[in-house]
């Protein structure tokens, strides 16, 4: 399975400070009270014996508050819907609605999460993990993260099952989006069989 996301803006979770012309420090802030939402597409190709088996489009929506902050570590009370659909290999391609998750975890302000093993949602942790420097265009760095699957219907499994990673990073500078300019960011992490834990 291989999986490439990229985003242009981490929406209202974190700022950014200005060190110099070129050079910015990023990190999440967060305020107790503070609530959002999240709309997102997630595009997959899934891939048997290195052969492509099907793709697959998640759509996922989120709805975060901040209950609590204790210096840099937020506190988060989160509801999860999503909805699938596969294409391919004779899979019908209408999309499906998942089950609704409930979720509370914190993170800190380089975006490390700490959560309980009975949470399957987030699916992606540790996913963007800030380097605690200042960047430039052009930068790149590295970071572990993993995720954590619902296999309950598909295989009977009924703990989370973690699949780790290594994501690989770079700031791309100041991009426009809507009409607005916002720091955007590349992230690709690509799962390989011998990385797969149920640990």
């Known amino acids: ?4 996301i990229r985003f242009l803006t981490f929406i209202t979770i974190f700022i950014f400070i200005l060190t ?3 050079a910015l420090d990023f990190e999440f802030k967060y305020r107790e009270g503070d609530m959002y939402r999240i709309l997102s ?3 997959e190709d899934v891939y048997i014996d290195n052969i492509l088996s099907h793709r697959a489009e998640i759509l996922n929506r989120i709805a975060v508050e901040v209950t609590s902050v204790n210096g840099r570590i937020g506190r988060h009370k989160a509801s999860f819907q999503t909805a699938e659909r596969a294409v391919g290999a004779g ?11 409930e979720s509370i975890f914190d993170r800190d302000a380089l975006g490390n999460i700490t959560i309980g093993r009975q949470y399957f949602m987030p699916v992606v942790r540790d ?3 800030f380097p605690g420097r200042s960047l430039e265009p052009g930068d790149k760095w590295s ?3 993993h995720e954590m699957h619902d296999f309950r219907d598909s295989f009977g499994i009924e703990e989370p099952y973690r699949i780790p990673f290594t994501a690989y990073y770079e700031y791309l500078g100041i991009r426009e989006w809507k009409g607005k300019q916002y ?3 590349s992230v690709s992490y690509r799962h390989f069989p011998d990385a797969v834990s149920g640990n």
């Open 143 to 145: 970071a572990d993260g």
């Open 20 to 22: 110099n012309a070129a």
């Open 183 to 185: 720091p955007a960011f």
């Open 91 to 101: 899979i019908s391609d209408g999309f499906t609605w998942s089950r609704e998750y």
């Open 127 to 129: 996913v963007p993990l």
């Open 41 to 43: 597409t997630v595009r």
């Open 1 to 4: 399975m291989s999986k490439r």
